[in-house]
């Protein structure tokens, strides 16, 4: 026999909520492996002939760090720029330095602005992300010994305007984190 999605009883209904709490591992796991997963995407076998594509992990990790401030510890930007590093394509280090930079910056403004709005959060971000691509490039063009590229203008454009959709999709994430699957 079937079981019905909804209960008989709006009882039943309450009492599996009761009790509830989130999972350890997918609350703490779930912002880690939604930032590695997004600095994969440029791993994709898209070829360009200039920068087009925004840098979406180190877009998820300032969305991560903007909605929930304690959630990362402050040392997370050594591992996941050694893990963005590895599969971006920059020169090893350069991720490993420019994200743990950011994360120093990000708690620096916290410290200084404690109460801060959407807008605020949108023109830190917008600063992080115009510098992370601008210094990317440079280090790139460095490493290749070609100067800056122009290009990046349109890169810089996209990427500023791709974080409130970055944001709702890490708070999307992060309803999914709070989730009450583990019995208390």
């Not at 791993?43 to 304690?70: D, E, K, N």
Request: glycine share 8%.
């Amino acid at each position: 026999m079937a079981r019905p999605f909804l209960p008989a009883r709006p009882e039943d209904l309450l009492r599996r909520r009761l009790n509830r709490g989130p999972s350890r591992i997918l609350s703490i796991g779930l912002p880690w492996l939604t930032i590695m997963a997004a600095s994969m995407v440029t791993f994709s076998p898209i070829v360009a002939s200039a920068p087009v594509l925004p840098p979406l992990g180190f877009m998820m990790l300032l969305g991560w760090r903007l909605l929930r401030p304690s959630l990362l510890p402050i040392w997370a930007g050594l591992p996941l720029g050694l893990f963005d590093d590895l599969y971006s394509g920059q020169p090893l280090g350069s991720g490993i330095v420019l994200w743990s930079a950011a994360m120093l910056a990000m708690d620096v403004i916290d410290e200084r602005f404690l109460w801060r709005g959407f807008v605020q959060d949108w023109l830190a971000a917008a600063a992080l992300l115009a510098a992370y691509v601008t210094l990317t490039a440079a280090l790139a063009g460095l490493s290749v010994g070609y100067p800056m590229p122009l290009t990046v203008g349109p890169q810089i454009l996209l990427t500023v305007l791709m974080h409130p959709v970055i944001t709702r999709i890490v708070a999307l994430f992060d309803r999914i984190r709070l989730l009450p699957l583990r019995k208390v």
